[in-house]
């Protein structure tokens, strides 16, 4: 029996209190009864909330549901500490613990707020209830060979990100999903991320061939990045619909 997936979903935010789903995806070689599945704030040792249940070989995907009370929030660079949290999801049988996943999480009130206003339309992100004035930069690969990039160099930008009171950055088009760590400091410093999807500057081909392997790279990263509270918006593209419209 193993985890495959965590997804922390943060149904509701507040400063009184958090709401919050962890969905939990598990595998399983036989069908088991009375499995435990727990998570637990690792620094104080609580357990939030527990699920009990039968699983059946093969996939299955249980829902624990828990409240934080007056939660610590994430904050950008420049609005306050970006507090994270570390929920660790136990998986157990039989008394056995047979698997264990912590996620690092920063629990956030994140919109983006388009709607009609005097001049057009409004495009800002409001971060527990308060407007961020972006100020950032776009972000392309550090090296033509990407495994050249180092951990001292990933916090050596995010330690000038920071210094120059930056809290966004975009992950451009025609670059590459970055590393972890790259999402894993943006967490740490409080830096929001506009992440595109890796298509830019040119027309795609549509065929369903084609279009399965792009859901599949969209799904994908989907599943790994959800759960980083620096992440603020996902972009469909670099210059494309520009491109076809326009030049």
């Given at each position: 029996?193993?985890?495959?997936?965590?997804?922390?979903?943060?149904?509701?935010?507040?400063?009184?209190?958090?709401?919050?789903?962890?969905?939990?995806?598990?595998?399983?070689?036989?069908?088991?009864?009375?499995?435990?599945?727990?998570?637990?704030?690792?620094?104080?040792?609580?357990?939030?909330?527990?699920?009990?249940?039968?699983?059946?070989?093969g996939?299955?995907?249980?829902?624990?549901?828990?409240?934080?009370?007056?939660?610590?929030l994430?904050?950008?660079?420049?609005?306050?500490?970006?507090f994270?949290?570390?929920f660790?999801?136990?998986?157990?049988?039989?008394?056995?613990?047979?698997?264990?996943?912590?996620?690092?999480?920063?629990?956030?009130?994140?919109?983006?707020?388009?709607?009609?206003?005097?001049?057009?339309?409004?495009?800002?992100?409001?971060?527990?209830?308060?407007?961020?004035?972006?100020?950032?930069?776009?972000?392309?690969?550090?090296?033509?060979?990407?495994?050249?990039?180092?951990?001292?160099?990933?916090?050596?930008?995010?330690?000038?990100?920071?210094?120059?009171?930056?809290?966004?950055?975009?992950?451009?088009?025609?670059?590459?999903?970055?590393?972890?760590?790259?999402?894993?400091?943006?967490?740490?410093?409080g830096?929001?991320?506009?992440?595109?999807?890796?298509?830019?500057?040119?027309?795609?081909?549509?065929?369903?061939?084609?279009l399965?392997?792009?859901?599949?790279e969209?799904?994908?990263?989907?599943?790994?990045?959800?759960?980083?509270?620096?992440?603020?918006?996902?972009?469909?593209?670099?210059?494309?619909?520009?491109?076809?419209?326009?030049?």
């Amino acid at each position: 029996l193993r985890i495959n997936d965590v997804f922390i979903e943060q149904k509701e935010v507040g400063a009184g209190r958090a709401v919050i789903a962890g969905h939990v995806e598990l595998d399983a070689d036989k069908d088991m009864n009375g499995v435990l599945v727990t998570i637990t704030d690792e620094v104080t040792g609580r357990v939030l909330g527990e699920w009990q249940a039968d699983l059946k070989r093969g996939t299955n995907r249980v829902t624990v549901d828990f409240v934080l009370h007056k939660p610590k929030l994430w904050w950008s660079n420049g609005l306050g500490e970006p507090f994270l949290y570390r929920f660790r999801t136990d998986i157990i049988a039989g008394g056995e613990l047979l698997d264990s996943k912590t996620e690092r999480v920063g629990i956030r009130s994140l919109k983006v707020v388009h709607q009609p206003d005097k001049d057009g339309h409004t495009f800002y992100i409001e971060l527990n209830g308060r407007p961020v004035f972006a100020k950032g930069a776009n972000y392309i690969p550090q090296d033509a060979l990407l495994t050249n990039v180092t951990t001292e160099r990933y916090q050596t930008l995010f330690r000038d990100i920071r210094e120059a009171n930056m809290n966004v950055i975009r992950v451009w088009g025609g670059g590459t999903y970055e590393d972890d760590r790259f999402y894993d400091l943006a967490d740490e410093n409080g830096i929001l991320v506009w992440q595109d999807f890796m298509f830019a500057c040119t027309p795609y081909p549509s065929d369903p061939t084609f279009l399965k392997r792009v859901e599949a790279e969209a799904c994908y990263n989907i599943r790994r990045l959800r759960n980083h509270a620096s992440l603020a918006m996902w972009c469909g593209n670099n210059e494309i619909l520009e491109a076809l419209k326009y030049w």
